[in-house]
């Protein structure tokens, strides 16, 4: 199984970016789709999650902000972000549970800066 990430880059302060992650592989079913990130000198934390029948949890400081979406016929998890903030600059990993298995991508860098 592989995800790969993509739609990082450079952004202003309130500016938007919309992060996409594909699964490819033998994987038949995906409970849960999600975002994390880790900043410098941080640990990894959790952004949003969105499981299998739509329902999502974010985390405090990106509600209202970001919404997590899913395509489960093309395996894909989105993250669109606005209102960004220096604060929001990470390097962005998604991730995805089957069957109780994790797997996680290799990350995409955003940079929130002027």
């Known amino acids: 199984v592989q995800l790969q990430a993509s739609g990082g880059g450079l952004v202003q302060p309130g500016g938007s970016l919309r992060l996409s992650c594909v699964a490819s592989?033998?994987?038949?079913?995906?409970?849960?789709m999600g975002w994390h990130r880790q900043a410098p000198g941080k640990q990894r934390e959790m952004v949003a999650v969105?499981?299998?029948?739509?329902?999502?949890n974010y985390a405090d400081s990106v509600k209202g902000r970001f919404t997590i979406s899913r395509d489960n016929a093309k395996k894909t998890v989105y993250l669109q972000m606005n209102s960004l903030k220096p604060e929001d600059t990470a390097v962005y990993y998604c991730?995805?549970?089957?069957?109780?298995?994790?797997?996680w991508g290799k990350g995409t860098l955003v940079t929130v800066s002027s």
């Open positions: 969105i499981i299998s029948g739509g329902t999502t």
């Open positions: 592989g033998s994987i038949s079913s995906i409970n849960v």
């Open positions: 991730k995805i549970r089957s069957y109780g298995v994790d797997y």
